[in-house]
């Protein structure tokens, strides 16, 4: 029997990834097993292998206030993504000429290492950058935006560079879609505000939410800019994870194999909570 077209089609999709699956789960996989048997003491650098917990109770302090920074960093990040990608997205697919323009300025962000990004991002917000220079301002009265207190070039950084990954997936999606159904949607006679609600956004909606779980995702466990434009304390998950990786002190790398899994966990949940907002995104468009 060869099954309802429904179940035929996910079995043709799952064939179709499989490829690319198989090695990043194998990759994933190996890695998160071998943090955690670190983390747990049954793979230890020296000594006896033993069961213990106190690889994730003993940096819990620093765990207290990493986790929300890093939440707090990736949601800002993302959010401000979303919104100036959707933004980019929408100017994009509203001319030809705007459209090809937009493009290639998203993709040439794309391609960008992030180390990259920081650093010119630091030198265009720093109290003595470019930015404070270009506007006269003294660096005594430059606030603080790298390395402050608020970490606004971590957040800056991010968002630039992930709204360009936005821009271009939603506008994949709109460019196919969203021209003949506001066409529609004009002749029947509603506004360009009730277009944008019940025709754009709607179709805009799943691959938005898509584009947005990815790059917080990404954000979550993303070390370099947070490393060079960040504050020395706290420190968000993946500086702390790496800081105590590398440590001298080899009864610190388990605990920066605790602090890894953790933030893996956070991703995973993060995943699970995406997965089940894109199916309700996906019923609305």
């Known amino acids: 029997m060869s099954g309802p077209p429904g179940a035929r089609g996910r079995r043709t999709g799952l064939l179709l990834v499989l490829p690319a699956l198989v090695p990043v789960v194998a990759v994933v996989g190996a890695a998160l097993t071998s943090a955690l048997l670190a983390a747990l ?27 929300p920074l890093s939440l707090a960093i990736a949601a800002a990040a993302t959010a401000a993504a979303a919104a100036v990608g959707l933004a980019l997205a929408l100017a994009a697919v509203a001319t030809a000429r705007r459209s090809r323009l937009l493009g290639a300025l998203s993709a040439a962000t794309v391609p960008v290492p992030h180390l990259v990004g920081a650093a010119a991002m630091g030198l265009l917000l720093a109290d003595a950058g470019f930015l404070p220079r270009l506007l006269g301002v003294a660096p005594e009265d430059w606030p603080a935006l790298v390395g402050g207190r608020w970490w606004v070039a971590v957040v800056a950084e991010y968002a630039w560079k992930e709204s360009a990954f936005v821009a271009l997936v939603v506008g994949g999606v709109l460019a196919s879609r ?7 949607a004009a002749v029947l006679g509603a506004g360009r505000w009730a277009r944008f609600r019940t025709v754009t956004l709607p179709l805009a909606a799943p691959a938005l939410g898509a584009a947005s779980a990815i790059s917080f995702v990404y954000v979550l466990g993303s070390y370099e800019v ?8 706290p420190e968000p998950l993946p500086v702390l994870a790496v800081r105590l990786s590398t440590s001298i002190d080899l009864a610190a790398r ?10 893996a966990g956070l991703a995973l949940l993060a995943v699970v909570l995406a997965l089940r907002a894109l199916r309700r995104l996906a019923a609305w468009g």
């Open 178 to 184: 969203s021209r003949s159904y506001g066409e529609t």
């Open 41 to 67: 003491g049954l793979a230890p650098l020296v000594g006896e292998p033993r069961l213990t917990g106190a690889a994730f109770t003993a940096p819990a302090d620093q765990l207290a206030s990493a986790v």
């Open 226 to 233: 947070a490393a060079l434009l960040g504050r020395a304390a």
């Open 254 to 263: 388990p605990q920066g194999a605790a602090v890894a899994v953790v933030t």
